[in-house]
C-alpha cells in the first residue's frame, strides 16, 4: 500500500506542528515533512496540513498575515490541483483569509478563549476527510482558540448546506445540535467545512490533539485515516 | 537620570540605603557615577540580591542522587527523570507588576519564567500560576482578577506551552495585593543542559530578541523591593510582553544552543542587561565590555543608565566562541529576530561599558554580585486566642453546604481553566482540575505530576507548622495519583521583612520547608522570594507557596480523581473513626468562610503522612484503586461532593454519622487524609494490603449513580449544587 506523505506548514507562531507530526506520524506510521513558510517547494507531499497556533501573532486578525507568506502560492496551487489540505485552528483561520475557504471566524461568543473537549457530528461522511466515519458518528474532539466563531453569509450559508460541505457539527455526546452544545457561537453550529472542489477542510477542533487513548480521545483518527484512505486508494 | 537628583532622591528611587552606599565607596575606592550606583542599586536589591533572604535560604541544603543541578548555581535546578532526560522547573514571583498592571504584570511574569527555563537549554512543556487574590470586595480587586486570567490567558495561549492549572485563592489579605506566581518545566537531555555562562576571553556576547526600550527600569530595584503604598504611580515600570516574540524566541534558542561555538545562554530579567551579564561574567569569573552603541533601542534617547536597566522582556543573551557569531545570529534572522553583538569576554574581572566611545562604567564584579544581607531578631507575634463559638443550624443544612462548596475558594476552577490552552504538544494526560496535572514524557512514557500549594491559613496562626502541612499537601497531591516526590520549587511570598514579625514568619516557614523537604526526600531546587506584600492595611498572610514535582512510572494507567463505578466502596485513610470535634474546625476553611476567622493551632504528623502516601502509592501500584483523592481544604464532605461532580455519580455514607458532630465531621480539617473508590471484588486484597500496615482506615460508603445521602434524614440534590459549584468563578469574570 501506498504510504501518505503529509507537509506540515510552519509560520511563525504556529504551536501545533509537532502535534500533528506525533498524531500523523508518531502514531499513524506516516511519512511527514515540515514546510517553513518561506519555503517555495512542497517536496511531494501527497496532503497539506496547517496547523494551529498565532501566526505572526494574530495581531491584526487571525491569519491575515500568514495568508501573504511565501509558501502561500505554493499552496493555492496544490489545492487548485485537487489535493488535499487540511486546515486546523489557525490554519482554517488562514484558509479562510486565502479565500480558499468562505466565511470567517469571529472571536467566539463568549468572548474568552476556549480550551475544552467538544462533540462533532459527522454531516457528511463520504467525503476525503470523512471517509472512515459512520453517517452522524460522534467525534470527540477538543476545541482550543479564542477566535472559533464561524460566520458567513446567507448565499454562502446556503451553499455550504445545500452541498453537503458543512463536514462537523459542534453537538451533544448524543448528537443533539442545539446552542447549549455550541462553544463558539458558530452559525449553524459549523465546527468544520469543505470547499466546493472537497479537497479543502477547514475545521477549528484540533483531531492531532485526540490521537491517543491516554490523551482522552482516539476520534482525531479518523480524519487522518480517511485521508490516509482517499490517497490510497487514488 | 536627572542630574539634578540629590544623593537622597538617587537612593530612595534605587531603595538603597546611606549606609549600603558608604559600602559602595568602600568597595570601589571612590564614589560610583550616576550609572555605576543604578548597577548597584539593581543587584543589591531585595529582587535580585535576596539581602533579607539570602541567610534563610541557606537552609536548603537538602540534596539527593537525583539532582543533576542544585539550587541558586543557575537558573533554575534540574532532577533526572530517567532515559538520559532531566526535569528543570522553577516557580517566580510576578505580585507588584500584576497589581499595578494586572494583565501585563501576569503576562510577563509567563514569559520570564519560561526563558529562566528555557536558559537552562530545555525545552518548556509545562506551565501552572499559583494565584491568591483579595476577597472580592474591592472593584479593584475583581480588575486584577480578571485582568490576571486575562494576561495569562493571552500570553500563554500564544506560546504553544501548555497551562495545566495550579491554584486560586481568595482572601481579605490579599486586597490590593494579588501574588502572582508562575510556573515553568522544562525537559532536557542531561548532556545538553546549558549555563549561564560567558565562558573564556574574547568570546562574544550577542543580544537577540526584542528592542530594548524605557520599559521596566527599577522593576527590580524599586517596584519588587518597595510595598505597594509606593508605588501607585509605578505603571511605567511595568513591562509589556510580546508572546508572539517569545515564542520565536524559544524555537530559535533551542535552536542556537546546538550550535557549534555556542558557549551560555542568559535570560534578561529583573534588572535587565546588568544582572543577565553581571551574573554570567560571575559564574566564569571574567570580565565583560559592553558598547552601548551597538544596542538596538524602541527610543534612541534612552540613556546608558536607562538600556541598562531596561527591563523590556523577550531578551536573550549568548555567548559563543569568536567567529561563531555569525552563524548563530544567523539562526535568529531565520526566526525573524534581531540579534547583535554587543560586547565580549575580558581577563580583568570587571564590567566595562562603552557609550559613545566613552568608558561610562568600570566597575569590579565582585562587589556587584556580594549584595549586602541582613540578619534579623526575629519576633514572634502575639497569638490570638479563639474566641469563635460555632453554632450549627442544621435545619437549612443543604442551602449551608451549597453555600459554602460554591464560595470562591472551593468552587470549581472550571471557568479559569478553561481559559488557558492547557493541551497543546499532546502529553497532558491528567487535566487541571485534580489533585496534581500530569505530562506524559514521550520518550520514557512516564508521567510527570505537578502540583501548587499553599496554606496561608494555616500559615497565619502558625508559619511552622502551616509550611510543614503545605509541603506534606503538595507531595501528597502527588502519591495520591500514585507518583514519587521528586523535588520541590517555592515561591516564598512575604511581607516587609524590616518588620521583626514578619521576618519570624520567614524564619519558620524556610526552616520548616527545609525540614520537610529532607523528610519527603524531594530537595528544593529552585526558587524565588517576593516580600514587601503589603498594603496600607498591613502585610498579607505568609504565603510560602510549594511546588512539587513527581514522576509517575509507566504512567498509562491514571487513577481517577472523580468516582468511576456505581456500587465502589469508598475508604478514607489515614483515620479511623468518622467522630471529628470541634477543635477540628479552627484553622479551616469552614470557619475561614462562615466566621471570618482563622484560630487554632493546625497539627500533622510527618510520620503517619509518610505511611499514608506510601501506602496510597502501593495500593495504586496493585492496581486496587479506581479514584482517589486526597482529603485537604473544606473537609470531607468537600472531597466527596467534588469526587461525585467530576466523576458524574453520587454517594452514601454506609456508616452512622452522629448528628450531634455532624458538622465537624463533615467539614472539620484533619491532614493526612485520603479518600479512595474501589471495587467490591478488590476489597478483600485491600483489606489484606492494610491490615499489614499501622494505618488507620475506615470505610464509610459507596458510589451511587445519583443522590448524595448523608443519613436517613439529610440528602444532597447534587444537580443544583454542581452547577452552582461549577459556575461561581465564571460569575466573578463577568
Redesign the interface.
Known amino acids: 500500500m501506498k504510504k501518505t506523505k503529509f507537509g506540515i506548514v510552519v509560520f ?2 504556529t ?2 506542528d ?2 500533528c507530526y ?2 500523523v506520524s ?1 502514531i499513524l506510521g506516516n511519512q511527514s515533512v515540515f514546510l517553513w513558510h518561506k519555503e517555495t517547494d512542497l517536496k511531494d507531499i501527497d496532503c497539506l496540513i496547517l496547523p ?3 501566526s ?4 491584526l486578525r487571525p491569519g491575515a498575515i500568514a495568508r501573504f507568506s511565501p509558501i502561500m502560492n505554493e499552496i493555492i496551487k496544490f489545492a487548485n490541483s485537487g489535493k488535499p489540505v487540511i486546515g486546523i485552528c489557525n490554519g482554517f483561520q488562514i484558509l479562510c483569509e486565502a479565500n480558499l475557504l468562505p466565511g470567517i471566524l469571529l472571536p467566539n461568543n463568549v468572548l ?5 473537549k467538544t462533540h462533532l457530528r459527522v454531516e457528511n461522511n463520504v467525503s476525503t476527510f470523512s471517509n472512515e466515519c459512520n453517517s452522524n458518528q460522534i467525534l470527540n474532539i ?1 476545541i ?1 482558540h ?1 477566535e472559533g466563531n464561524y460566520y458567513a453569509n446567507n448565499d454562502t450559508l446556503e451553499e455550504l448546506e445545500g452541498n453537503d460541505r458543512i463536514l462537523f457539527r459542534y453537538s451533544s455526546e448524543s448528537g443533539d445540535i442545539s446552542k447549549n452544545y455550541n462553544p463558539n457561537g458558530s452559525i449553524n453550529n459549523i465546527a468544520g467545512i469543505i470547499n466546493k472542489n472537497k479537497n479543502v477542510l477547514g475545521m477549528m477542533p ?1 483531531p ?2 485526540s ?2 487513548s ?3 480521545s482516539t476520534d482525531g483518527n479518523y480524519i487522518f485515516k480517511s485521508i490516509m484512505k482517499s490517497i490510497t486508494q487514488s | 537620570m536627572n542630574m539634578k537628583k540629590n544623593l537622597e532622591q538617587k537612593l530612595y528611587d534605587l531603595a538603597l540605603k546611606k549606609t549600603e552606599y558608604t559600602q559602595i565607596i568602600e568597595k570601589i575606592g571612590r564614589e560610583p557615577n550616576d550609572l555605576e550606583l543604578g548597577l548597584f542599586g539593581s543587584l543589591w536589591s531585595e529582587h535580585c540580591g535576596y539581602q533579607h533572604s539570602k541567610p534563610l535560604l541557606k537552609k536548603f541544603k537538602f540534596s539527593n542522587d537525583n539532582i543533576l543541578v542544585d539550587a541558586g548555581s543557575q537558573n533554575a535546578g534540574a532532577v533526572d527523570i530517567g532515559n538520559g532526560l532531566a526535569a528543570v522547573f522553577k516557580i517566580e514571583s510576578h505580585n507588584h507588576p500584576s497589581a499595578v498592571e494586572p494583565v501585563q504584570g501576569a503576562a510577563t511574569g509567563i514569559g520570564g519564567i519560561v526563558r529562566d527555563i528555557l536558559a537552562m537549554g530545555a525545552r518548556p512543556v509545562a506551565l501552572m500560576n499559583s494565584l491568591r487574590f483579595g476577597d472580592m470586595s474591592l472593584k479593584n480587586d475583581i480588575h486584577i482578577f480578571n485582568g490576571v486570567i486575562a494576561g495569562i ?2 500570553y500563554g ?4 506551552i501548555p497551562n495545566v492549572g495550579g491554584e486560586i485563592v481568595f482572601d481579605e489579605s490579599y486586597n490590593n495585593n494579588p501574588l502572582v506566581n508562575a510556573f515553568c518545566l522544562g525537559i532536557v537531555k542531561h548532556d545538553e543542559i546549558v549555563e549561564a555562562k560567558v565562558g573564556d576571553v574574547d568570546n562574544i556576547l550577542i543580544l537577540a530578541g526584542s528592542r530594548t526600550g524605557k520599559d521596566g527600569i527599577h522593576g527590580a530595584s524599586g517596584l519588587a523591593s518597595q510595598t505597594l503604598e509606593e508605588e501607585s504611580t509605578s505603571k511605567s515600570t511595568v513591562q509589556v510582553g ?4 517569545e ?2 524566541l524559544i524555537e530559535a534558542c533551542l535552536e542556537v544552543i546546538k550550535e557549534d561555538g555556542f558557549v551560555g545562554l542568559q535570560d534578561l530579567g529583573a534588572a535587565g542587561l546588568t544582572s543577565s551579564v553581571v551574573e554570567a561574567a560571575e559564574r566564569s569569573k571574567k570580565g565583560v565590555e559592553l558598547n552601548l552603541d551597538q544596542i538596538k533601542l524602541r527610543d534612541i534617547s534612552m540613556t546608558p543608565y536607562e538600556i541598562m536597566l531596561s527591563e523590556s522582556q523577550e531578551r536573550m543573551l549568548v555567548s559563543c566562541k569568536p567567529g561563531n557569531e555569525k552563524s548563530i545570529i544567523e539562526i535568529f534572522k531565520k ?2 529576530l534581531e540579534a547583535y553583538q554587543i560586547g565580549k569576554v575580558i581577563n580583568k574581572p570587571y564590567i566595562n561599558i562603552y557609550y559613545k566611545n566613552e568608558l561610562v562604567a568600570d566597575l569590579p564584579i565582585a562587589p556587584l554580585v556580594e549584595c549586602p544581607t541582613y540578619t534579623l531578631n526575629p519576633v514572634k507575634p502575639k497569638t490570638i486566642k479563639s474566641n469563635v463559638q460555632f453554632n450549627f443550624d442544621i435545619k437549612h443544612f443543604e442551602n449551608h453546604v451549597a453555600e459554602f462548596i460554591s464560595n470562591n475558594n472551593l468552587s470549581s476552577r472550571n471557568s479559569v ?10 502529553n ?2 491528567i ?1 487541571p482540575g485534580h489533585s496534581s496535572a500530569g505530562i ?1 514524557v ?1 520518550e520514557t512514557g512516564d508521567t510527570l505530576l505537578l502540583t501548587t500549594d499553599g496554606n496561608s491559613r494555616y500559615c497565619s496562626v502558625d508559619p511552622y507548622k502551616g509550611t510543614l502541612i503545605t509541603v506534606a499537601e503538595s507531595c501528597r497531591n502527588i502519591s495520591t495519583l500514585g507518583g514519587t516526590p521528586l523535588a520541590i520549587t517555592n515561591c516564598l511570598n512575604f511581607g516587609n521583612p524590616e518588620n521583626p514579625e514578619v521576618y519570624y514568619q520567614l524564619d519558620q516557614a524556610t526552616t520548616a520547608l527545609s525540614e520537610a523537604s529532607k523528610f519527603f526526600n524531594a530537595p528544593v531546587i529552585s526558587g524565588n522570594v517576593s516580600l514587601y506584600n503589603e498594603t496600607n492595611n498591613g502585610a498579607i498572610k505568609p504565603s510560602p507557596i510549594i511546588s512539587t514535582l513527581g514522576i509517575l512510572k509507566n504512567g ?1 494507567n ?1 487513577t481517577k480523581s472523580g468516582f468511576v463505578n456505581d456500587n465502589d466502596i469508598v475508604y478514607l485513610l489515614g483515620i479511623d473513626n468518622l467522630e471529628l470535634d470541634l477543635e477540628s474546625l479552627h484553622g479551616s476553611e469552614y470557619e475561614n468562610y462562615f466566621y471570618k476567622s482563622v484560630t487554632g493551632i493546625p497539627e500533622i504528623d510527618l510520620d503517619k503522612e509518610k505511611i499514608l502516601q506510601d501506602t496510597n502509592r502501593e495500593l495504586i501500584n496493585k492496581g486496587l484503586i479506581n479514584s482517589a483523592n486526597d482529603c485537604s481544604d473544606g473537609g470531607l464532605l468537600v472531597t466527596l461532593l467534588e469526587k461525585c461532580f467530576l466523576g458524574g455519580k453520587g454517594f452514601e455514607f454506609t456508616i452512622n454519622l452522629n448528628n450531634n458532630n455532624l458538622i465537624p465531621t463533615l467539614f472539620g480539617e484533619v491532614n493526612s487524609r485520603i479518600v479512595i473508590s474501589i471495587s467490591s471484588n478488590n476489597e478483600k486484597k485491600l483489606l489484606n494490603h492494610l491490615d499489614q500496615s499501622i494505618l488507620p482506615y475506615i470505610k464509610i460508603g459507596k458510589v451511587k449513580s445519583d443522590d448524595f445521602i448523608i443519613t436517613q434524614k439529610f440528602s444532597l440534590n447534587l444537580a443544583s449544587m454542581k452547577d452552582k459549584w461549577l459556575n461561581k468563578l465564571n460569575h466573578i469574570s463577568n
Not at chain 2, 481553566?417 to 499532546?426: G, P
Open positions: 511563525p507562531g504551536w501545533s509537532q502535534d506525533h498524531a508518531t494551529g497556533g498565532f505572526y501573532g494574530d495581531y474568552e478563549f476556549r480550551c475544552a477538543p482550543s479564542g484540533h492531532e490533539r490521537c491517543e491516554i490523551l482522552g | 490567558s493571552e495561549n500564544c506560546i504553544g510580546d508572546p508572539f516574540l515564542k520565536l526566526w525573524d481553566f478553561r481559559r488557558y490552552d492547557h493541551q497543546v504538544q499532546n497532558t494526560v487535566i506524559r514521550k498509562t491514571i
